[in-house]
């Protein structure tokens, strides 16, 4: 070999390796983007978990005649506005997926993550963003005050079961008289259960005499409440449950129409976690949503046909006229048996 040929070939070596220590640093803008929804799913939950902690804290205050320290709630609101800032779908992913088989913190930080989601949609300031949250972390504030054996009764509810859970709402107004919380977090507290046909209660208001954030919270309540596995029931899909709310819009006129929609467009036509079928028989996950075009969100896909795939990311948006990646429905997860959780960026912070 001449020296020629071993310059060039040692020259070759020496560009190799640099260009080999240069790929180290080049991260791929797809798996840089998944690596950012992971981080942002685990602060989220992080974010989740410390709330429910503090909650539990202090209805726990409460319960021991204590004053409930509304400071300590109000930085967890914040903290949680400032995720659904950054990456919503993080939040409601996790309020949606991390399923709970009783009734606890989980189903009042949910609420208010929903509640905060559709004050964002409609534009509302912080300080109202912040007080829509607050409202709906504790707007099963009074449940402090019933026994856990009927809380937790996993027969059916008696008449007098009823009427004795009914009373939460009246046992939360007395409590937050004597609380520093705003009007507007007071009044969607104790309005939660109210409808627009007035069959609600505790008051049997109707159409114009619920507020606004009344209105809203009892959408946001319905919702989780039946997203969530519960001692009597399994959880229902999340596209299954947003065609009841409109039902209860549109036909049945108990809740706020033009409220409802705006909820799904906080959550999505196919929330987080949907399993839907694209028009080339491919089968995924929904994993982000947006806002922009919540017709084509982002999913992964997970099947083909009948066979399943190493998982992949598609994102919808990018090709908009391919009728091959339209979404022609949805699956539900329990007659597939597919856990949505398991291909969720960061699927370990949907474990409980």
């Known amino acids: 070999m001449s020296q020629y040929q071993v310059d060039k070939e040692a020259e070759m070596a020496f560009l190799a390796a640099q260009l080999e220590d240069l790929g180290e640093g080049v991260v791929d803008q797809r798996e840089q983007q998944e690596q950012q929804w992971v981080d942002e799913t685990s602060h989220a939950l992080e974010l989740m978990s410390?709330?429910?902690?503090?909650?539990?804290?202090?209805?726990?205050?409460?319960?021991?005649?204590?004053?409930?320290?509304?400071?300590?709630?109000?930085?967890?609101?914040?903290?949680?506005?400032?995720?659904?800032?950054?990456?919503?779908?993080?939040?409601?992913?996790?309020?949606?997926?991390?399923?709970?088989?009783?009734?606890?913190?989980?189903?009042?930080v949910n609420v208010s993550i929903y509640l905060m989601s559709m004050a964002r949609a409609m534009d509302m300031d912080e300080q109202m963003i912040n007080a829509v949250g607050l409202g709906g972390l504790l707007h099963d504030l009074g449940k402090s005050q019933i026994a856990e054996?009927?809380?937790?009764?996993?027969?059916?509810?008696?008449?007098?079961?009823c009427r004795v859970?009914?009373?939460?709402?009246?046992?939360?107004m007395s409590m937050m008289d004597v609380m520093e919380v705003s009007p507007l977090s007071r009044t969607l507290a104790v309005q939660h259960h109210e409808r627009l046909d007035g069959s609600g209660y505790p008051h049997k208001l109707k159409g114009d005499a619920?507020?606004?954030?009344?209105?809203?919270?009892?959408?946001?309540?319905?919702?989780?409440?039946?997203?969530?596995?519960?001692?009597?029931?399994?959880?229902r899909d999340g596209k299954e449950v947003l065609r009841y709310l409109l039902k209860e819009s549109k036909e049945s006129q108990r809740l706020d129409s033009r409220l409802v929609e705006i909820f799904i467009r906080a959550v999505g036509i196919y929330p987080v976690g949907s399993l839907v079928r694209l028009?080339?028989?491919?089968?995924?996950?929904?994993?982000?949503?947006?806002?922009?075009?919540?017709?084509?969100?982002?999913?992964?896909?997970?099947?083909?046909?009948?066979?399943?795939?190493?998982?992949?990311?598609?994102?919808?948006?990018?090709?908009?006229?391919?009728?091959?990646?339209?979404?022609?429905?949805?699956?539900?997860?329990?007659?597939?048996?597919?856990n949505p959780a398991l291909y969720m960026p960061g699927p370990g912070c949907y474990q409980v």
Do not use: W
């Open 210 to 235: 619920i507020s606004q954030e009344g209105r809203m919270a009892a959408i946001c309540d319905i919702f989780d409440a039946m997203t969530s596995n519960r001692i009597y029931r399994q959880a």
């Open 279 to 338: 028009a080339d028989q491919r089968m995924g996950v929904v994993v982000r949503n947006h806002r922009s075009d919540l017709l084509r969100p982002v999913v992964r896909i997970i099947y083909k046909g009948d066979i399943q795939v190493d998982p992949y990311t598609l994102d919808l948006a990018k090709h908009p006229e391919s009728a091959a990646q339209r979404i022609l429905g949805t699956e539900s997860p329990s007659m597939t048996r597919l």
């Open 50 to 108: 410390a709330t429910e902690h503090e909650l539990a804290r202090q209805f726990q205050r409460v319960a021991d005649g204590d004053p409930l320290q509304v400071t300590e709630l109000d930085l967890a609101i914040t903290r949680m506005n400032s995720s659904l800032a950054k990456d919503p779908d993080a939040l409601i992913g996790l309020a949606l997926l991390r399923q709970h088989d009783h009734e606890g913190f989980d189903h009042s």
């Open 165 to 172: 859970i009914r009373q939460h709402v009246e046992a939360s």
């Open 149 to 161: 054996t009927v809380l937790q009764k996993k027969d059916k509810l008696t008449e007098e079961d």
